[in-house]
C-alpha cells in the first residue's frame, strides 16, 4: 500500500522540552490526603452499612425467639410452676436453718470422738448468751 502524497514522511523535533531531572520532584500533599480521607469516609460507609443490615438480622432473630418463648410459656402448668419455687423455698429455709446450727452440729462431733465408745450420755446443756438449750 503506498503512502499517500499529503502526509509528511520525515520527521522534525520540535524544541526540546525541558528534563524533570532540573526541577526537584515535588510530593503532593493535598491529593495523598485527599485519596486517603476518601477511602476511609468508604470504608467508614461500608462499615455502618454493614452494622446496619446485622442489626436488621439480630432484630428478625429476636422477634423469632420471642415468638417461640410465647409458644412454649402458653404449653407450661402454673401449678408445677408454683410446686417448683415452694420446693426453692422450702430448701431455702432448711439450708439457712443448717447453717445456723453448725457450732452444735460441731460439739457433736466433737464429744463422739472423745467419748469412749462403752459410756453414754444421758443429757447435755449448752449455754449460749443466756439461752439454755437441751
Known sequence: MPIPSEVPTSFVPH?????????????DLLGAFLFSSLGIFIIAILIS???????????????????QL?????????????????????????????NGHLTVSRVFDLLESLTVKKVSLTGLTLWETGNITR
Open 15 to 27: 524544541a526540546q522540552m525541558q528534563s524533570s531531572s532540573t526541577h526537584p520532584t515535588h510530593i
Open 70 to 98: 410465647h409458644k412454649i410459656e402458653k404449653t407450661i402448668n402454673q401449678s408445677t410452676v408454683y410446686n417448683f419455687v415452694h420446693l426453692r423455698d422450702q430448701l431455702s429455709s432448711t439450708n439457712t436453718l443448717l
Open 49 to 67: 452499612g454493614g452494622i446496619f443490615i446485622y442489626q436488621k438480622s439480630l432484630d428478625g432473630q429476636l422477634a423469632g425467639r420471642q415468638a
